[in-house]
């Protein structure tokens, strides 16, 4: 029997398809959805998120999607006032932590106290730091190490997620 015919034989095609499939089910898969929620009274249903979140909110919130750079209009949001979580409405960032990161999302040097928890994410495979709302479980984006003083940290946050209430 010939080389290339050995390679394409029914029983290698069958093995190669077995342990694919085998395989595949011993990968492990990501986890796409929001943290659970520290508040038992907001562990909504899929339903129940979608009649209080637009679409965009919902993708972010409750999927952990990323809404594209340099569409929200909190970017530009430059009065004082406090941002809060657009779930369940739990206050997040003063305007004092806000800074221009040059990134296309609204950026944060600090969280107000207890606001937010953090999780490992590794959906670009390379680990990094997701951050939600600590009462919902809501995704608000990724915390990273290059932000002004005094923390270093940049808590970049989709703009879809927040709402904001100026002081007054």
Known sequence: ?????????????????????????????????????????????????????????Y??????????????????????????????DLPLFSSEAKFDSGTGWPSFWQPLSGAIATKVDFKLIIPRTEYHCSRCGGHQGHVFNDGPRPTGKRYCNNGVALVFRPAG
């Open 1 to 57: 029997m010939p080389f290339s015919a050995v390679l394409l034989s029914r029983r290698s095609l069958l093995m190669a398809a077995m342990a694919g499939v085998f395989g595949s089910s011993w990968w492990p898969r990501p986890v796409l959805a929001a943290s659970k929620p520290a508040d038992p009274a907001w562990d909504l249903s899929g339903d129940a998120w979608r009649q209080r979140l637009s679409p965009q909110a």
């Open 59 to 88: 993708d972010v919130l409750r999927n952990e999607g990323t809404e594209r750079p340099f569409t929200s209009p909190l970017n530009n949001e430059k009065r004082d006032g406090v941002y809060h979580c657009a779930g369940c």
